[in-house]
Nanobody, 125 residues
């Protein structure tokens, strides 16, 4: 099975930037679709971004287009989320997730089989 370990969360001022990392274990990484979600205590888990496996493209939630960039390094088995121009309302726990099947319903958290532990991102005003 795939194990995911996240890092890079922390405290940042509004308008600042932060880069999250998620490193996967296991033999296969390049074929996985890798997604990022975020969640606040009273809300459902929200889709942020996904990058497809096998050299596929990236897709973003409308609210982060132009500010966030998802990327991957298959040699390091790591997916990144570069977050720029952060807003205070984006304070949340951020999770990475893996989908071995490359579902087209990538905005739905239920299609992902593996999840990281989450990393806290706090954006101060």
């Amino acid at each position: 099975q795939v194990q995911l370990v996240e890092s890079g969360g922390g405290l940042v001022e509004a308008g600042g930037s932060l880069r999250l990392s998620c490193t996967a274990s296991g033999r296969i990484f390049s074929t996985l679709s890798m997604g990022w979600f975020r969640q606040t205590p009273d809300d459902e888990r929200e889709f942020v971004a996904v990058i497809a496996g096998n050299g596929g493209g990236s897709y973003y939630a409308d609210s982060v287009v132009g500010r966030f960039i998802i990327s991957r390094d298959n040699d390091k088995k790591t997916v990144y989320l570069q977050m720029n121009s952060l807003k205070s309302e984006e304070t949340a726990i951020y999770y990475c997730a893996a989908d071995p099947y490359g579902s087209s319903w990538y905005r739905d958290s239920s299609v992902y089989d593996y999840w990281g532990q989450g990393t806290q991102v706090t954006v101060s005003s």
